[in-house]
């Protein structure tokens, strides 16, 4: 009839169970649904997502190739002041004591018990691996060259070789000397690419505060090979007074420093941070040592507390 609303009525959707629900959502016949959707539907939601997903890695992947066009693959971006690390290089010291202990800086063994110290030699061997002739670098000793004061630039893709094979009693062969209450422990530069140091060329701007002792090493240096004074020159002296007392004398080998021919690093391969042997001839036994190491050139910053420039570790031999 004209005019007349035409009234609809619905009936209640039939009540089901739980798994009855279940299994029409996985597929209901009469709908031709599957998890809640047809097929048309499921075919357009999974065309939006290949797309979606197709775009953002493709955005992602110009970003990354864009980014890598601005890295140089030898060399960091940013150098000396403009990087994190500075330009004012680290001392560190090996062997460094165990995991379980990370934050301690204590070398102390028993000399009479070799299981005691064989754990500080044990670290030794495995710094000094890289040293050995073959290093783990692939065919990284034919970029090795026997370098010395004086000579001209390395040859490009050449390093300066490190020999430690007769740094007595510094050795593997004899333990490092920890058997003999007299232990060797190694110093090292951290790595800064490009850093160059500024030695101390002229003994008049020696800074006062280095110690007498390395005062007279560089003058007799001077006199003996000016060239020799291309050096990072290193100290180790007890920190308190106690400590200056309790040391004993040290000896460098198998010089007092780290040769000015090893820098620049510039991750050419098979290249070895220089390295410098100290040898505590007498401590002190029973007695802990507080021990300072620093390296020393114009452009090298020493703070005690920041620990630049320098290293602090304990000494203690039983």
Request: with cysteine; hydrophobic share 35%; glycine share 8%.
């Amino acid at each position: 009839m004209e005019g007349k609303k035409v009234e609809q009525y619905y009936t209640r959707p039939q009540k089901l169970g739980k798994w009855e629900g279940f299994r029409i959502f996985l597929w209901n016949s009469e709908t031709g649904q599957v998890l809640g959707r047809t097929g048309a539907s499921w075919a357009k939601i999974l065309l939006f997502y290949v797309i979606f997903y197709a775009v953002l890695s493709g955005f992602f992947g110009a970003m990354l190739a864009v980014f890598y066009q601005t890295l140089k693959h030898n060399e960091p971006k940013w150098q000396l002041e403009q990087s994190l690390i500075g330009s004012n290089p680290g001392l560190g010291f090996r062997p460094m004591p165990p995991e379980s202990n990370v934050e301690s800086t204590l070398i102390w063994y028993k000399t009479s018990n070799e299981g005691n110290y064989r754990h500080w030699t044990k670290e030794l061997d495995k710094f000094l691996a890289d040293y050995q002739k073959i290093g783990n670098t692939p065919n990284a000793g034919e970029h090795r060259v026997t370098c010395d004061y004086g000579m001209e630039k390395l040859p490009p893709g050449k390093v300066c070789d490190v020999d430690i094979s007769n740094w007595i009693p510094c050795t593997s062969k004899n333990s490092y000397n920890y058997q003999k209450s007299a232990p060797c422990i190694f110093l090292k530069l951290n790595k800064i690419y490009g850093w160059k140091p500024q030695t101390f060329n002229d003994t008049e701007s020696i800074p006062n505060d280095m110690p007498d002792d390395l005062k007279g090493h560089i003058r007799n240096e001077k006199t003996r090979n000016k060239y020799a004074l291309n050096t990072v020159w290193v100290s180790c002296e007890g920190e308190n007074p106690a400590d200056v007392e309790n040391i004993g004398p040290i000896q460098y080998i198998p010089r007092r420093g780290f040769p000015g021919y090893y820098f620049p690093f510039e991750n050419t391969p098979g290249y070895l941070s220089p390295l410098v042997a100290v040898f505590f001839e007498n401590p002190k036994r029973g007695v802990l040592i507080n021990i300072e190491c620093k390296a020393w050139a114009h452009n090298i910053i020493h703070d005690r507390f920041e620990r630049r420039g320098s290293v602090h570790f304990e000494l203690m031999v039983d």
